[in-house]
């Protein structure tokens, strides 16, 4: 049997559900969609394609959209028995629909639905058609996701104040389903990511009351949930957790069991906030953001190496062309999408996936060219959002730390380029594109008193931050002598405010391991991710500073529980333990080859296993001897 | 009470009900969306207003969209009681929507939805909120257009070949509902334009199985419906016509009892085909075309007056920027678009509306720049249509008749950059383009010898049609000699072959009236369609040719019931007897002011009615004397 696939115009799947999963933000009572260009998918395609069939064949079209099947000039409604051939037959389906994206799946022997249709939208080229693996049985409908469900029920049920508060045994992405001994009433569920938020019916994000019927919620996410004015012995309470089965191909056990338990809860974490997309959180903001994603490749790839949600998500943050807008709002967000296909490309090689997206990288540097300031600086207009990290930056004129992104992207370009056969004059001009800005940035921002790169020249003030000094370490924009001033003047400088951000520990951490500061590097992750264990989380946060009591860790942007408790950025300590101590490096992802550099000398023991292509990379170390095995893995989904 | 209405983003509400429109033709049992680039609306959108409130007041906004109310910093849900003020308030509301666009009702005293708001979609700046007469109570939704409803009864029922056929008193867009005697059983209904259609179960469009709760069928084009295998007796039918009620302001009455009876078909017929938007016909595409809007809006300014479906139509067609594709992929139905402008303003002036579509003008000339040829023709693609009318043109290269329609579309920019106050050098520039043309078009197309214009001179062919020369009079860009030369070589000239549509008879008649050839205009009128009437037709049909027999006379590309019989390119009668007999022509559409050129003398007496803005002008020969008057209309939707 064939192999057949529902098709849809290349993208709209990921658009139609990249609109759903942000819209989809609830905040104590109300919907709260994104703040940016939402984009629409196509409502009128056609899919074609020519066949040279050697007998008579039959086949059939599914679809919900409105159209029929033109089989050389005769036309045929969906669900139909249709026969052709032998010979030359040109086969093409015409679907157009309002609500969703038009897709069709075709069975039959010799006639069906993959990749190798071409679809068009009356509007640019014919490109090929767009499928999923999870989406392969003509009963499905594409827009609608059939999550995997697992049932949960509490592990702790305690009478307080007068109603029941139920604890499970770690977040979920769940339906609460409620069932009343006596009977359904009418009554509402508090839901909260820790106890007090639960407890705390007037600033709790979630409360719903269950659909009469079913007795089900919906879908959030919830540790605790709070009912009031009732007792433990009239209801019962499960949590049908929803998700996308992506499976871990990792492990990793070592000799210090906190570390152990960081990756545990780290990839727990991750786990929650991979979906159909990387998303930032679980409660809030329930959006895919770029810069967040960015992070999430470097993790998947040693955690899950599923190239699927890459390719999801950053067909999602891209968007239609023209690009009007940056991706988020978000200058530094629009750059991290084009380093996030070199992070893709650099783990899984994907040559079929960087031809597709390739000339929309071209058309977001063509928009960020539009940007520049007198100086060629990338800079932000009025509505664009500067965002680089929750700190205090000077922010006046173009950034120093976007450059250096936009560097790195053209340097991007040049490599995509050259892989995707584009002509050696335009390599070599993107190629010198990075060299010009690479310049301009040492002659504009570095300061050589201070043995670091300042936030802005504009204002004057010489600001110095710790995040362009970690891009000038991580991107090779310092040279050899620049990045050991960086450490002492800025790293190593207390003076200097500290990250407070698991999102930019990420950079700061693989800044330092990347400068050999290993020892450093373990003791900020056993600080820093251990202490947000010891105040109780199952799950990492969004953000957490060490210097804030336990009564006020749970609030932020001036809401009382408006801190994420499960948010992707946060899952790190797994690239930082399996890129820096395990060590493993991929070198050609094409050719599954890798190079180990392990700093496993911190740790008596480690056992783990990283995903490497197909191959599953078995690492021991047992204090003494490194030995590396591999394990061709099967391929359970293609 | 304030006039509140519901908002949505400027064209949105067109776009999506276009979309609805161009989706719903259906033929022999699978649905046929129109071939060409479908639009998406904006599924994310903030409307903002800022009050000076004197007083604390109360509103509440109305949505079925996901989002919330934001009043200075404060967010509030949908459907909940807000109160503000008094002083400065800051009131945004957030919405997105998946699957329609999203649309909001605000109702309050000080606080209320209607055109001052703006709209943003996060890619462009702020507009004025879009919003429709027909939508202003919070029980409404948008995405639904609630039609107006007449039951019709047939007036005839007869037993036919085992089944019944019964005929309606006229053709319709009707709802058939059928129910049994004997409780419902399922059976099919055969619906027909002509009775051969509805009798030919195997051709005819449109056959249905009634919902067997309801015993309603879909919407559609029936004048006709036979049932097979029942009796008389045993089933009742009723046709519910639904439509769009548009008054009819113009009456005409005269001693010509064939010319009365062509009005009134013609008036039946385009009301037929006036709905949300001006469609061809209503069995047969049910698509917007631009061409045939094009025509639509003359006819429109002489019988109902209505600027709203214009307006709609219009935004229709266009779309979104960027313009990648010709309009209805038809490099004239692109022109007709500019030019359709140009007599929307001219019947009613339309200030706002020119405002808020002129920078689309813009982009679309823009767009036609991109496709101009080594002589600065406009000339087509691959994969676009070079139309212009059913009929044998020599299509090789740039069209002259395409020329033509440009030239006046750089006139129509002239005149539109004037009246939204561009800078003069911009108009000058316009005019300037507009000159070059015309001259272009003489050397490369005027053939002194054959004293007409030849379609095209890449083929060497030197072919002549009737229809560059119908241009050239009708635009003036022939001058007083050319054009009696077009007469005598082309118009009266028997060789050229005839006009077989009724889409380019209005042109030509035009044309010929222009040149004062009113008893041909009149003799053609009563010729071409007095001989439909003659074959029986209730409504006018897109094509008629007196040398088909009658036995295919509803065949047309290559199918049996292929014909439309129901056109509304066929209703031009009425614009060439009240623009160029009775003579009504509004010269300055802001002013209501208008001139009477009568050429009533081919008539004993003409009593009629036509309307001027919100006058309603009388006007009475009685052979002897013109007579006229005006009456204040009341405007009964405003």
Redesign the interface.
């Known amino acids: 049997m064939n192999k057949c696939y529902w098709i849809w115009y290349q993208g709209d799947f990921e658009l139609?559900h990249a609109?759903?999963q942000?819209?989809s933000r609830v905040?104590r009572?109300?919907?709260?969609?994104?703040?940016?260009?939402?984009?629409?998918?196509?409502?009128?395609v056609?899919f074609r394609k020519r066949y040279m069939l050697v007998e008579e064949t039959s086949f059939c079209v599914y679809s919900k959209a409105?159209?029929?099947v033109l089989v050389d000039d005769k036309?045929?409604?969906?669900g139909e028995k249709i026969s052709c051939g032998p010979g030359n037959v040109k086969i093409s389906v015409?679907?157009?629909c309002?609500?969703?994206f038009p897709s069709i799946y075709i069975k039959g022997n010799a006639v069906y639905s993959d990749s190798s249709w071409q679809v068009e939208?009356?509007?640019?080229p014919p490109v090929p058609a767009g499928y999923s693996r999870y989406f392969t049985d003509e009963k499905q409908e594409p827009s609608c996701w059939d999550y995997s469900e697992s049932v949960y029920l509490p592990v702790s049920v305690e009478e307080y104040d007068g109603g029941v508060l139920y604890e499970f045994e770690t977040e979920l992405t769940a339906v609460l389903e409620i069932a009343c001994k006596d009977g359904c009433r009418p009554f509402r569920v508090y839901c909260g990511e820790s106890r007090e938020e639960a407890l705390d019916q007037e600033h709790c994000y979630y409360s719903w009351i269950p659909n009469p019927r079913t007795g089900r919620c919906p879908r959030c996410a919830v540790r605790y949930a709070y009912i009031p004015d009732c007792h433990k012995a009239d209801i019962e309470v499960k949590a049908i957790h929803q998700y996308v089965d992506i499976p871990v191909r990792a492990r990793f056990s070592s000799s210090d069991e906190l570390i152990d338990r960081i990756w545990s809860v780290a990839a727990h974490t991750f786990r929650l906030c991979s979906g159909i997309f990387f998303i930032d959180g679980i409660k809030r903001d329930k959006w895919i953001w770029s810069g967040d994603a960015y992070q999430s490749f470097f993790v998947n790839q040693y955690l899950m190496a599923d190239e699927d949600i890459n390719r999801r998500t950053l067909l999602a943050l891209r968007g239609n062309d023209?690009m009007?807008?940056h991706i988020n709002?978000i200058l530094d967000y629009t750059l991290f999408w084009i380093l996030g296909i070199k992070a893709h490309c650099e783990a899984y090689s994907d040559q079929e996936f960087l031809h597709q997206i390739y000339p929309k990288m071209c058309t977001l540097m063509e928009f960020c060219e539009t940007q520049l300031d007198e100086n060629g600086f990338l800079a932000g207009r009025e509505g664009d959002w500067i965002y680089i990290d929750w700190a205090e930056l000077d922010k006046a004129g173009a950034l120093c730390a976007e450059q250096m992104l936009y560097a790195e992207c053209w340097r991007t370009m040049a490599m995509a380029g050259c892989m995707v056969g584009e002509t050696s004059k335009r390599c070599e001009a993107y190629q010198k594109r990075y060299e010009e800005l690479k310049k301009k940035i040492q002659t504009y921002y570095w300061d050589a008193d201070k043995g670091a790169y300042i936030d802005s020249f504009t204002s004057g003030k010489r600001h110095v931050t710790r995040h362009a000094n970690i891009f000038a370490i991580l991107f090779d924009l310092a040279d050899e002598r620049q990045k050991k001033q960086i450490v002492n003047q800025v790293l190593d400088n207390d003076a200097i405010p500290q990250i407070t951000t698991p999102y930019f520990k990420f950079f700061e951490l693989s800044a330092l391991a990347k400068m050999g500061r290993m020892e450093e590097v373990l003791s900020c992750i056993k600080d820093y991710w251990g202490g947000m264990l010891g105040r109780g989380a199952v799950t990492f946060w969004e953000e957490y500073d060490p210097n804030v009591s336990e009564e006020e860790q749970y609030d932020m942007y001036g809401d009382r529980f408006g801190k994420s408790l499960c948010h992707a950025w946060a899952a790190s300590p797994i690239y930082l333990l399996a890129r820096y101590f395990v060590g493993l490096e991929i070198t050609d992802p094409a050719k599954e080859e890798y190079e180990i550099h392990p700093h496993l000398e911190h740790f008596d023991r480690v056992d783990c296993i990283l995903p490497v292509g197909n191959k599953d990379i078995h690492i021991l170390w047992d204090g003494m001897e490194l030995k590396v095995t591999e394990d061709e893995k099967r391929d359970i989904l293609a």
Request: net charge positive; charged share 20%.
């Open positions: 139609y609109m759903k942000n819209f905040e009572g109300f919907g709260w969609p994104a703040f940016w260009k939402s984009e629409g998918f196509r409502n009128r056609a409105i159209g029929f036309k045929y409604p969906f015409h679907a157009g309002i609500e969703s939208d009356y509007a640019n023209p009007t807008t709002t």
